[in-house]
């Protein structure tokens, strides 16, 4: 691990050092195109203290945090149990599965102009939009997780007399946890993505109320800012549920 962060580091110093180069010592980038480093650091210092676009850094981070968390649990309580269940039940995959195939193509950011019209252009329009970019990865990867159990442990319990219930909890939900989570990164990823997309209509706060509103100031080292705090808050969302990833499959980890 210690020799990955190294590495991971010694990416980022470069990274830095080429933008350095291009923006402030060759001046290859005009700050019109990407702004220079001492740009952004004051970009980040005004939306910090004095803040920009009706609020400061951490009000944008923490509204734009509890929209994600609102859409990723909603499609968390929903997706998986109906991916678990579609997965365990031919006769409940017949039926469920034509709507949801019919749905499944259509991007996340269609349903914008719908979910206006049901809710307006509030927060509650965004966690739809959320939801909907969360629900499909989740469903799809817990069902694939049931899929995946080796057919000889369903027909142990099968023989052992294993209560419906029972078999549920012991045996479909360990079984396909790996792949559950795999959903859940994914999920949590697509709702980043959507959020911004949605608070660039209609919101008075967000991280993509920054990027909107820094676009029509035509002010670049603002919306680097706003890129890096989406990159900073997602990055940690994500750590965050690989910790709860490795708790839960601490057999998987110890393997």
Same mark, same amino acid.
């Given at each position: 691990m210690g020799r990955r962060h190294l590495v991971g580091v010694a990416t980022f110093a470069l990274?830095? /050092?080429?933008?350095?180069?291009? @923006? @402030?010592? @060759?001046?290859?980038?005009? %700050?019109?195109?990407? %702004?220079?480093? /001492?740009?952004?650091?004051? /970009?980040?210092?005004?939306? /910090?203290?004095?803040?920009?676009?009706? &609020?400061?850094? !951490?009000? !944008?981070?923490?509204? $734009?945090?509890?929209?994600?968390?609102?859409?990723?649990?909603? &499609? @968390?309580?929903?997706?998986?149990?109906?991916?678990?269940?579609?997965? &365990? $039940?031919?006769?409940?995959?017949?039926?469920?599965?034509?709507?949801?195939?019919l749905i499944r193509p259509i991007p996340p950011l269609a349903w914008i102009p719908l979910a206006i019209v049901w809710l307006g252009l509030g927060d509650a329009a965004k966690v739809l939009i959320i939801w909907f970019a969360a629900f499909v990865p989740a469903v799809i990867n817990s069902y694939s997780g049931v899929r995946a159990i080796e057919p000889h442990?369903?027909?142990?319990?099968?023989?052992?007399?294993?209560?419906? %219930?029972?078999l549920v909890r012991e045996v479909l939900v360990p079984g396909a946890m790996p792949m559950i989570f795999t959903g859940l990164r994914l999920s949590l990823q697509a709702c980043w993505t959507t959020l911004v997309a949605g608070e660039l209509i209609g919101a008075i706060a967000g991280l993509g109320h920054v990027l909107y509103q820094a676009s029509l100031d035509i002010f670049p080292a603002m919306i680097v800012v706003g890129m890096a705090a989406v990159a900073v808050t997602g990055a940690a969302m994500t750590m965050v549920l690989g910790r709860i990833e490795r708790h839960v499959l601490r057999w998987r980890v110890q393997r």
């Open positions: 990274l830095f /050092a080429v933008w350095y180069t291009l @923006t @402030t010592l @060759t001046h290859a980038i005009g %700050p019109g195109r990407f %702004p220079a480093p /001492a740009e952004t650091w004051d /970009a980040l210092r005004q939306i /910090a203290i004095t803040g920009y676009a009706d &609020a400061r850094l !951490h009000a !944008h981070v923490l509204h $734009s945090v509890k929209l994600v968390l609102l859409g990723f649990a909603a &499609a @968390t309580i929903i997706g998986v149990p109906l991916g678990l269940a579609m997965g &365990a $039940s031919r006769a409940f995959e017949a039926f469920v599965n034509p709507a949801f195939l442990l369903l027909e142990a319990s099968r023989m052992l007399g294993v209560s419906r %219930p029972m």
